[in-house]
């Protein structure tokens, strides 16, 4: 069978560019192809994360990623398979020189079992494999974390105090192949810019400023007063309005709502919360000495690693960790409440007059 030079896994992590990255990759096809490099089609997602379940034989333990994979697991799985046939098909028809697979949701400990998967498997569609990631600082990453969580189910998941570590090391000792980790902060990257930091770190021959730029990245970041709202709504302490079927419905009206919605402010962790998160981690020298990776925002720990651990462990609200401005929650839920409503009554004239 025809085999690639190189297969690029890049495993993100999430909220480092991402998918500007593999926006921008999927929109450049042809320039991509000129050069020798495949990004195969990932389907219905930005990313690869329908593949990625034949690539490991192992599916992710939370159950909101899982549904947006499929059905259930034997159809997901039949899926990832036949997914890796056209990509087996794709290669020996093409005969590309690099492989390029992405998936920010591939950020997470893995078995041995699934690794060693990963690498027999690699072996077969490509002579080398390399892993590329890009890691942020704990506070940003951990406030971000947060907020991806709120707008999904209503607690947010709590990480390790080595989650960079916890996916990276058994990369390192089962994989088959170089591991790059690479600090991501705007000061770091090549331009300021994810995708051309990407390019100059695991796709050198190409110019970024030759690739075209996908649909504009949408900034989902929201307001403390959106997170605590949408945690609120996920916990079932705020009804549903009316025309609304489901809370995944009424998240995005809040996102759109607290976009126009006067007084928005970025999030901030509260100082003290910032230093739990960052006194609590126990990975710093290891990064530095696997990958020369120094977080320059993170000075030395103002409390034990124990007593970390136990604030830590005590954060459950997004009031617990950010400011948030309760008039301003308050009028965010009535502009929701009277956007659901509005878009309720003209969703059922539409269907009445059978447009839709």
Same mark, same amino acid.
């Given at each position: 069978?025809?085999?690639?030079?190189?297969?690029?896994?890049?495993?993100?992590?999430?909220?480092?560019?991402?998918?500007?990255?593999?926006?921008?990759?999927?929109?450049?096809?042809?320039? !991509?192809?000129?050069?020798?490099?495949?990004?195969?089609?990932?389907?219905?997602?930005?990313?690869?994360?329908?593949?990625?379940?034949?690539?490991?034989?192992?599916?992710?333990?939370?159950?909101?990623?899982?549904?947006? &994979?499929?059905?259930?697991?034997?159809?997901?799985?039949?899926?990832?398979?036949?997914?890796?046939?056209?990509? &087996?098909?794709?290669?020996?028809?093409?005969?590309?020189?690099?492989?390029?697979?992405?998936?920010?949701?591939?950020?997470?400990?893995?078995?041995?079992?699934?690794?060693?998967? &990963?690498?027999?498997?690699?072996?077969?569609?490509?002579?080398?494999?390399?892993?590329?990631?890009?890691?942020?600082?704990?506070?940003?990453?951990?406030?971000?974390?947060?907020?991806?969580?709120?707008?999904?189910?209503?607690?947010?998941?709590?990480?390790?105090?080595?989650?960079?570590?916890?996916?990276?090391?058994?990369?390192?000792?089962?994989?088959?192949?170089?591991?790059?980790?690479? !600090?991501?902060?705007?000061?770091?990257?090549?331009?300021?810019?994810?995708?051309?930091?990407?390019?100059?770190?695991?796709?050198?021959?190409?110019?970024?400023?030759?690739?075209?730029?996908?649909?504009?990245?949408?900034?989902?970041?929201?307001?403390?007063?959106?997170?605590?709202?949408?945690?609120?709504?996920?916990?079932?302490?705020?009804?549903?309005?009316?025309?609304?079927?489901?809370?995944?419905? &009424?998240?995005?009206?809040?996102?759109?709502?607290?976009?126009?919605?006067?007084?928005?402010?970025?999030?901030?962790?509260?100082?003290?919360?910032?230093?739990?998160?960052?006194?609590?981690?126990?990975?710093?020298?290891?990064?530095?000495?696997?990958?020369?990776?120094?977080?320059?925002?993170?000075?030395?720990?103002?409390?034990?690693?124990?007593?970390?651990?136990?604030?830590?462990?005590?954060?459950?609200?997004?009031?617990?960790?950010?400011?948030?401005?309760?008039?301003?929650?308050?009028?965010?839920?009535?502009?929701?409440?009277?956007?659901?409503?509005?878009?309720?009554?003209?969703d059922r004239l539409v269907r009445k007059l059978g447009l839709r």
């Amino acid at each position: 069978m025809t085999k690639a030079k190189r297969l690029i896994l890049h495993i993100g992590h999430g909220k480092t560019g991402s998918t500007s990255i593999q926006r921008a990759l999927r929109a450049s096809d042809k320039q !991509l192809a000129a050069q020798g490099i495949l990004f195969p089609d990932p389907g219905r997602h930005d990313n690869h994360q329908l593949l990625f379940p034949y690539l490991h034989g192992d599916l992710p333990d939370d159950p909101v990623q899982l549904q947006s &994979l499929g059905r259930d697991p034997a159809q997901i799985m039949k899926q990832a398979e036949s997914l890796w046939h056209d990509l &087996l098909r794709r290669i020996e028809r093409e005969q590309p020189e690099t492989v390029v697979l992405s998936c920010e949701n591939q950020f997470r400990p893995f078995p041995e079992a699934a690794i060693r998967r &990963l690498a027999q498997l690699s072996d077969q569609i490509a002579e080398q494999t390399e892993v590329y990631a890009w890691l942020r600082s704990p506070a940003p990453f951990f406030l971000s974390n947060v907020q991806q969580n709120v707008k999904k189910r209503p607690e947010f998941r709590f990480l390790t105090p080595t989650r960079c570590r916890d996916v990276l090391e058994p990369f390192l000792l089962y994989g088959n192949g170089p591991v790059h980790a690479r !600090l991501f902060a705007r000061e770091a990257l090549i331009d300021g810019d994810a995708v051309s930091d990407f390019c100059h770190a695991a796709l050198p021959q190409i110019d970024p400023k030759t690739l075209t730029r996908g649909l504009s990245e949408e900034n989902t970041s929201v307001s403390a007063e959106a997170m605590a709202l949408l945690q609120e709504i996920f916990r079932e302490a705020r009804p549903l309005p009316r025309g609304v079927q489901d809370r995944k419905a &009424l998240r995005k009206i809040v996102v759109a709502q607290d976009a126009v919605l006067p007084g928005k402010i970025r999030p901030k962790l509260f100082e003290h919360v910032r230093a739990i998160v960052e006194a609590r981690v126990t990975e710093y020298s290891w990064l530095e000495e696997t990958f020369g990776i120094v977080f320059p925002d993170v000075g030395p720990a103002e409390m034990p690693q124990a007593q970390a651990e136990a604030a830590y462990a005590a954060l459950r609200d997004i009031t617990d960790i950010c400011s948030v401005n309760a008039a301003r929650q308050e009028a965010l839920w009535q502009a929701t409440c009277a956007a659901a409503t509005q878009g309720g009554v003209l969703d059922r004239l539409v269907r009445k007059l059978g447009l839709r």
